[in-house]
C-alpha cells in the first residue's frame, strides 16, 4: 500500500520480540537495498529493538530520514520513547482487539497505571489511530477516536483458486499456542465439546509440544497450502466483534469451505446471510456433518457465496483509502513541523525536603550537570533549581554557589484529592487512570512547574504520589532501610512505591543499584547508574598541601544524627583512642545538627550520650563545630591533620573526596560504596572496621604518625564537572 502512494523508502525492523506468542512480524532484510540512507546510519537502526525502547541514536537517525512511522505497542518503554524523541507521523497499527469493550485507550491506561505517564497531550497530536477496519475507533476514547484514520486490512492476492479438492475428510481448525495460553486452550476446549467424535486436525504454531494426535504444530507455508486445498472444511470460532484472523481469508482464497460463527467481525466484512454463517453451535455441527458426508450442494452454496469476504480486502478498494489518509497525515506532519518553536525544553531539579550539607551540594551539582551536558551535546535546556520555601534552612547564600543562568524557585508541596487530580490532569491537557486518594503537586505560586518538561526529585522521600503531568526521575543515593532500622515496613513500602513509580531512578554506585534491583525491585532497564559529581574546589594550589607527618592538632568527624553514622561505635572508639592509646589530636565535629547530637533522645543518641558523659578525655577533646557554611568547613578541612568517616553503611560520603582534594587523608569505615568511590577517585583511603572499636581507635592513633599519600591533581581533573555532565544527559535526554 505505501508503494502504490508513492512512499518507495521503507525500514524493517531485524529484531522481534522472543515471545512465542507473538505472531505479527517476521523478519525481511530485502527493503534494505532500496534505502538511500548511509550504511552506517542502518547499521544502528537495524541493531535497534523497535519493540522496546530502540534509544536515542536509534532516533536521532530515524528523525533525519524519515517522516512517518508505523508501530503496535507491546511495551511501554517503546511508546513513551517514541512520543518523545519521534518528529514525524506516528501511526498506531489497530486490528481490534480481543473482547467487547477491550479498547486501545483502556491499555494505556493499564500501562499507565502500572509504569506512570506515557502519553503527554502535545505528543498526543502526532499521533494517529491507524484502524484495519472503520469502525474500531467507536470504543476509544475522544483524544485518540479524533485521531483515527482508516487504512484498511487488505490481501495483495484476492483471486479464488480452482484448485481445492477436499479429499482429505478433516475439518481444519486453527489454534496456536495451546501450551501457553489459557485462551486458546479454552477455545479448544469449546470446539471438542461442538465437533467430539468428528475428523479433525488442529493447525498453529506450538511452541510447546502438545501430546494430542490431532494437533500438527508447525508446518511451512507448502504444507499450510496444501492442508488448505486438500482439507474438506474449515471452522472459524470467533464471534469477537472487533478482530478477526487471518486464516478465514486464506481459506476462502483457497476456494475451501468456511463454516465459521455469527456476531463476529466477519459480519461486518459482507458475512451476514451467508450459508457458511451459523448462530448456534449445534448449527455448525449439522452443516459440517453434511460437508464432510459430501453434500455439493452445500458444499457449492458456501463456495460460491463467501468470496465476498475478500472485497474491503482488495487492493482496488483498499489503495483509495490508503492514499488520502497517508496525504492527510503528511499534510498535517508538515504544518506542525513549519510551526514556530515557543522555547527551549525546561528541566526542574527539586529537592523534596529540606535537606542541606552533601544533599543540597549534590542537587546544585546535578542542575549543573544538566545545564552542562546539555549544552555539549547541542540541546541546551533551561534548569530550574526547585527548594522547600523555608528561610531558615534555605537562606539567600545558600545559593551563592548556584550557577547564574540556573533559575531558583521557592515551593510548598500541594496535595490534591482524586478527583482534584483528575481535573488538574485535565486542565493541563492529559488523561489517564488515577488510582490513590492524594496526590501532589509543587506548588510554586506560578505553575506548579508545569512549565517544565521533566521533573528529576533528588530523593524518595515522597510522602504522596507525584500528580502524573509531567515525567520524573528520582535521584536515589542509597536504601539505608536496608541495613538500618529507620523506618517501618509501610513507610519503605511506600519510597519502594515511589520509585516504581517514576521513569527511571538514577544512582552514583554499583552498591546502590543493586538496593534499587535487588531490595526495592526496580527492573534493571529502570535503574541508570550515572557519575558521582565533583565540584571545582578552591584555586590550584589548595591541592597540594605539603608531605610529612601532619602538623595540625586536630582531625574532622563530619557527620549528622542519623542512626547510620554509628555515632555510639565512634564515640567508642573515641573514649579508647585518647584514654588506652594517648591520643594527641583533637576530634573537631562538623555537620548538619551536629551541635545537638548530645540534646537529643533518639536511643542510638543516648548510647552515645552515654559513653560521652563517662569520659573526661572525650569531654576535653571533642569539639562540637555544627553546621559550617562551606568557606568556613573547607578552610578548617585543609588545615586538619585528616578526616575521620566512622559511618556504618550508606552510598558512600563525598566528604572523603573533598578532603583528598585539598592533600587531606581520610580514615574511613569499610565498606562496598566507599570502596567504588576510593577506586573511582584513587584515593588511597585508611580503612577501618565500624562495628569494631578497638580497631577504629588503633587506626586512629595510626593516623598520627604515618605519613599518607592523596591523589594528583590530575586524578580529579577525570572527574570534573564538565567530564561527568555528559553522562548525566545522556539518560535524562531519554526522559524529555
Sequence with gaps: MLKRVGIQEIFLPKKIPSDPSFRSGSVDWSEDEKLTIPKEDLAILNAADWYDDPGVDAWRIANKHFHLLFFIVLKARFFRSMVRHFDGAKVWRTYGLLGRQQSYGRILSMLEWREGPILSPRAAKSVWFGQAYNHLAEIEPPWLAERAIYLPAGLQDTNIRDDWTGRDRRILFVCPDLGLSEYYREIYRRFEQTFGGLPYAVAGAQPIRIQDDHVLGYVSSEEHLQNLRSFAVMYYHSSEPNHVHYHPFEAVRAGMPLVFMGGGLLDRLGGLGLPGRCKTSEEARRKIERILAGDKQLIGQIRASQAVLLDTMNVEHCAPRWRSAIELILKRTEERSTAPIIRKKRIAVILPVAYRGGSLRGAKLLASAVAIGSQQFGSPVDVIFGHLDDPTSYPDREFDDLPGHIERRAYQWRTLSQGEALRACAYAGGEGTLTHATYAVPDDGINQFFDCDLWIFVSDRLQFPVLPVRPHLLMIYDYLQRYVPIMDEKANQQLIDRAHAAEAVLVTTEFTANDARQFAGLPASKVRKVPLLVPTFGSGDSLTRGGGPPSSAYFIWTTNLAPHKNHRNALEALRIYYEEYDGRFECHVTGVDTDK???????????????????????????????????????????????????????????????????VPALSSNYPAMREIDRQFELGLIWSEAVDPVDMAGKLKQMETVQHSTPRPEAFARHCLDRSAGAYWQVIQEFV
Design 597 to 663: 547530637l548530645f540534646a537529643r533522645n533518639s536511643p542510638h543518641l543516648v548510647a552515645a550520650r552515654e559513653v560521652y558523659s563517662a569520659s573526661r578525655a572525650v569531654k576535653a577533646n571533642l569539639k562540637m563545630e555544627g553546621d559550617l557554611p562551606d568557606s568556613i568547613y573547607r578552610r578548617k578541612l585543609r588545615d586538619a591533620a585528616f578526616l575521620w568517616h566512622p559511618g556504618l553503611i550508606d552510598n558512600g560520603t563525598f566528604s572523603v573526596v573533598e578532603a583528598a582534594s585539598f592533600g
